[in-house]
């Protein structure tokens, strides 16, 4: 059972439009969401998080937003650059009681190609 | 600045040979994390450290074992390779696991079990 769905596999704009990346998750208990972009042979690096108790944050050209009601939170990149064709992951964070520690759960990530 | 190191970078194993998966981070982190990546599929959590001399089992810990040999190194072990190993494995290091710190990843291994 997928707790954080990317429902989208792949993504194509063109550079200096807006891209538009979306997460879904079922978890109520999740309070801290995180995007990480993913180049092809290298680690998932941070890219930009937001608390569940906030409904944007921004930081340069990424932007997410975050809707707790309809558990959908996306990410936004304005204006895209052929730079940031990568993979992206949504991931989300919850407490679990056992030790008491995060631990991240991550969707199966989105493919943004921005076309020159 | 290295940040976190994973060695080999690849390996080719046939089923049932064992082997170690090393880890390394330079940035003083009290929490440490192995994940696995499958085609199609986000990462999945095998084993953490949440902090030096303590390991918890993740999402899919079967058919591994881990070691915190010290603040700086999370080992990985796989003690009989099967073909359902075959994956993309990462580590990853944050400041500790009690407070919403951005995890840093390596680079991962690939590993292919024939």
């Known amino acids: 059972d997928q707790q954080v769905k990317q429902n989208s596999p792949s993504l194509s704009v063109q550079e200096g439009r807006i891209s538009i990346l979306n997460c879904d998750y079922t978890?109520?208990?999740?309070?801290?969401f995180l995007w990480y972009k993913k180049y092809p042979a290298e680690g998932p690096t941070f890219l930009i998080s937001?608390?569940?108790?906030?409904d944007k944050n921004e930081d340069g050209r990424f932007t997410v937003f975050l809707n707790k009601s309809a558990k959908h939170l996306s990410l936004h990149i304005v204006p895209s650059q052929p730079g940031d064709s990568a993979v992206y992951f949504c991931?989300?964070?919850?407490?679990?009681?056992?030790?008491?520690?995060?631990?991240?759960?991550f969707g199966k990530g989105t493919k943004l190609s921005v076309i020159p | 600045n290295a940040g976190v190191t994973q060695t080999p970078k690849f390996q080719v194993l046939k089923t049932g040979q064992s082997m170690t998966l090393q880890c390394a981070q330079d940035m003083n982190h009290n929490s440490m994390y192995w994940y696995r990546q499958d085609p199609g599929m986000g990462l999945r959590l095998i084993y953490y450290?949440?902090?030096?001399?303590?390991?918890d089992k993740g999402e899919v810990p079967n058919g591994y074992n881990v070691s915190r040999l010290n603040k700086r190194e999370f080992s990985l072990r796989l003690e009989s390779a099967a073909p359902s190993q075959t994956s993309v494995y990462f580590c990853?290091?944050?400041?500790?696991?009690?407070?919403?710190?951005?995890?840093?990843f390596g680079d991962g291994t690939r590993l292919s079990i024939l």
């Open positions: 978890n109520s208990m999740f309070d801290y």
């Open positions: 937001i608390s569940s108790i906030k």
């Open positions: 450290s949440a902090s030096e001399g303590t390991t």
């Open positions: 991931a989300a964070s919850a407490r679990y009681s056992g030790a008491g520690s995060y631990q991240l759960t």
């Open positions: 990853a290091s944050n400041r500790d696991t009690y407070s919403n710190q951005p995890q840093h």
